[in-house]
């Protein structure tokens, strides 16, 4: 096969990349696009499952993902909102199965009202610590020496309260149990999303889709860079130097370019030889990122038989195998379709089970949310990015105890000719699509802006 040369060469054909690589084109320079998988998309999956359009992936955009819904709007595209008509469910620790309207979980007024003052608290401090450098805050390495669980339990006598407000973080975002991470990373994941109240606002979060859906998004960037992307494509090597990089893919492709952009998750640096080697810090930070956990499960129903019931569809539980569950009915169609997700250690124990068992949990827990009804779905799936091999979690990678304020300063500097963008290095949109699009451009502008210096 003969060598590629062009001004750029991008490895990862999800919306980072494939932003990134966009991007670069509209200012003139040529761009080689390289991805491992044998589709573009990255984490935004939408597949067909024995007839069903199922969101494997990442599919919800929120009101404050700005740069993602401009760039939804400037392909083409449309989105519809999730349905919330009537009430939720709270399933309770003790078995209780509550309904009820608006975004406060059920509790006694002097609970209710310590939710809110915990809420209150950590907004203060997340627009403080904000979004973009949350290691420059005066409080940094107190805060990021401190559990979030143990943080909470510094601040609050009452166990609900604490379990509740660590839910939103915990098993709704970083996907890991509260006690694995920082109370710094528990805030800049608030401020990334606008504020900790946006995180347990229902009204707020997961607000709309994309028609026909997400991986739409990248389907649209990559026609633009037509054959210049290469599926099936895994990188193996990187030679590098101040002078660019030769990049060395399966089936003998190689491409040389003056700089490349890194744009996968970080976990996967390692999967690459570069030579020479990445600079020690570079490797020290990247053992001390890691994915959370979180396993989707959809059910697809001949109609949306929770509606007659005057229920949304939405539910939540901090103790119940599957602790949310929304309505996730497609666009324009008739059936009903509902997605649940199972996170950081009860998905451990979920995949302790074989597939019949796994099925029939799950399938219990959305029959406790919202009736019998919902034990008989017409299309079952999980989707399992634990065991995918390009990107081995979910829903994003973050930093352990103490990791933000000892490498996130330089976490998205470049190593040379070689930038980084995806998701996970994100400040506003962090472990979302919007993150992807907005790190994929401040990688192509950066590019962009040294080669206006030479």
């Known amino acids: ?81 999730r349905y919330r008509e009537g009430e939720s469910v709270y399933l309770a620790a003790d078995g209780t199965r509550q309904q009820f309207t608006g975004d406060v979980f059920p509790a006694a007024p002097e609970t209710a009202a310590e939710i809110d003052r915990l809420i209150t608290l950590l907004d203060e401090l997340a627009a403080e610590v904000g979004a973009e450098q949350p290691w420059a805050h005066p409080l940094a390495a107190e805060l990021d020496s401190i559990p979030f669980s143990l943080w909470l339990e510094r601040q609050s006598e009452n166990e609900y309260a604490r379990e509740t407000v660590a839910f939103f973080v915990s098993g709704a975002m970083l996907t890991k149990p509260a006690h694995t991470f920082s109370t710094l990373q528990a805030l800049q994941m608030a401020a990334a999303q606008g504020s900790y109240t946006a995180l347990a606002t229902d009204s707020f979060m997961l607000d709309k889709r994309v028609v026909g859906g997400m991986q739409q998004v990248s389907q649209r960037l990559a026609a633009v860079i037509g054959a210049d992307l290469h599926l099936n494509s895994p990188v193996r090597r990187v030679e590098w130097s101040a002078d660019g990089v030769t990049v060395f893919a399966d089936g003998g492709l190689e491409v040389r370019a003056d700089r490349m952009i890194l744009a996968v998750p970080p976990n996967l640096y390692s999967c690459i030889s570069f030579d020479p080697p990445l600079p020690r810090r570079r490797h020290q930070m990247y053992q001390h990122m890691s994915f959370g956990f979180v396993v989707k499960v959809h059910a697809v129903y001949p109609t949306p038989f929770w509606r007659e019931k005057g229920l949304s569809g939405t539910g939540f539980s901090d103790t119940d195998m599957v602790s949310e569950v929304y309505d996730n009915t497609n666009h324009g169609v008739d059936n009903g379709a509902l997605v649940g997700f199972i996170a950081h250690e009860q998905a451990d124990a979920f995949f302790a089970m074989d597939a019949a068992q796994r099925k029939q949990a799950a399938l219990d827990c959305l029959v406790r949310y919202l009736g019998p009804e919902a034990g008989n779905p017409d299309v079952y799936y999980e989707s399992d990015w634990g065991a995918e091999e390009w990107t081995r979690g979910a829903y994003g990678v973050s930093f352990d105890l103490g990791g933000l304020t000892r490498y996130g300063r330089d976490h998205r500097d470049p190593i040379g000719p070689m930038h980084f963008a995806c998701s996970d290095l994100a400040g506003h949109g962090f472990q979302h699509v919007d993150g992807a699009v907005r790190m994929g451009r401040r990688a192509a502008a950066a590019i962009v802006a040294e080669r206006s210096l030479v």
């Open 1 to 81: 096969m003969p060598v590629i040369t062009r001004d750029v060469v991008v490895v990862g054909a999800g919306p980072s990349g494939l932003t990134a690589a966009v991007e670069l084109r509209k200012s003139g320079l040529s761009v080689a696009v390289l991805e491992a998988r044998d589709r573009v998309g990255g984490r935004t999956w939408t597949g067909n499952i024995d007839g069903a359009m199922i969101e494997i992936g990442g599919q919800w955009l929120s009101p404050h993902h700005t740069a993602a819904l401009e760039l939804v709007e400037e392909l083409g595209l449309e989105t519809f909102s």
